[in-house]
């Protein structure tokens, strides 16, 4: 709130976002749990 009010001070509109990120769609959601399970405790290099 206080960042919005500053914002409104200086005459800048700010832009609302998504709720979810647009370049997922929902329908994808369902890959991260078992993508989840099957990498759990897996440590990468790069």
């Given at each position: 709130a206080?960042?919005?009010d500053k914002?409104?001070?200086i005459y800048w509109t700010p832009?609302?976002?998504p709720?979810?990120?647009?370049?997922?769609?929902p329908c994808n959601f369902?890959?991260?749990g078992?993508?989840?399970e099957a990498l759990g405790?897996?440590?990468f290099n790069n």
């Open positions: 206080l960042t919005r914002l409104g001070e832009l609302e976002h709720l979810y990120s647009p370049d997922l769609s369902h890959m991260f078992p993508l989840k405790g897996e440590r």
